[in-house]
């Protein structure tokens, strides 16, 4: 095998495409934003989104008043990139410097959510980001519902692509004495910061003290 | 001032775009990944890719054996997202639930950086992810940079937007007894992973330490 062959095997190693459902549900779920894509007058577009996945549905949310939205409610074409960064892969060669992450992105046609289920939508995305919230709170009123643009993505077979690396830098000369490795990333929750009409008194929600215990 | 009126005018003030130079710059320079989304046959296509801004270029780096950057290195328009997820924005209300971020689009077509620049343009990008790290490991080798490709973008006045929401949750019904706010979120570093191969003993270098301690 020569050196060549090596390299090339330990970046198929460490950097690779998965093809299991199970890889590409647990990224969706651990992220809460992606940037949607999509093709407007031939040319690329791209905005960051909320979005949350419900079993082969990705919802997205947005306001009627954003006018970039309006450009994909109506089948076209988009494709959602969501992606993990992980650590940062410090190699004993800038060559071989990397990341590791991990990604995700959905192809397919982004259809409306139906007016009378995006009440029904607004709940399941809440309850997505923030497990328990839509029972603390009321829920939208008709008017709010109205000026909410749900949108949706469905994952198809073929219709995605998973990638992930996992994995220390490539080997390089392998000298011992030469620091290469890994510095990992994390996204941690800083203490809640109640909105400034609330009293310092009011409990902070069960919802609330989920998300920041859950790390 | 109608209810309608004045929750438009809250929407306004907290979420909004912003036309400074120097907004742009900062959030390019806090992240390091960033959504490079083209067109390729008619349909949208995104791929994460770790980026660096140095004045007004944007240098992305990929693999020559990454296919897909293939696409985009011929002078294809192309747009790159990157967004900061700063908070959680938990109203009084689900309509009114949002996120506090930093987002950035860069517009303009992709162009390839020319073989002889592209060790610069690595050492230029490796300065920007992880000061210092290049004078600490040999550069590439030319055969190492002949499977690299570098490319693009420049930012071009008109070329790019800039969108940030950095407030409490819309005001609502306003009650004090009930909990609305905010939870921060943050990336953090944990401590770096040496590679299999590197003594225990051997000092973690300069630029690693500066990565750990920057938080």
Known sequence: MTTTDRLDRIHRLSERARADRDDLDAILD?????????????????????????????????????????H?????????????????????????HSANYRSAVVRGAL?????????????????????????????????????????????????WTVKVRDAPPSEGAGDPDVWAGVVPLRTVTDDPIRAPWVNATTPVPESVRRLVSRE
């Open 30 to 70: 651990a992220a809460s934003v992606g940037t949607l894509a999509t093709v407007v007058d031939g040319l690329p577009w791209a905005v960051p989104m909320l979005y949350a996945r419900v079993g082969d549905r990705i919802l997205l949310h947005g306001s009627t008043g954003a006018g970039a939205l309006r």
């Open 111 to 159: 259809t409306s959510v139906p007016t009378d289920e995006s009440d029904a939508a607004l709940i399941e995305l809440s309850d997505a980001l923030i497990p328990g919230r839509s029972t603390e709170v009321r829920v939208a009123s008709r008017k709010e519902l109205a000026a909410t643009l749900a949108v949706e993505l469905t994952i198809a077979p073929g219709g």
């Open 72 to 96: 994909v409610a109506a089948g076209a074409p988009a494709a959602l990139s969501v992606t993990l960064l992980d650590g940062l892969v410090l190699a004993d060669n800038l060559y071989n």
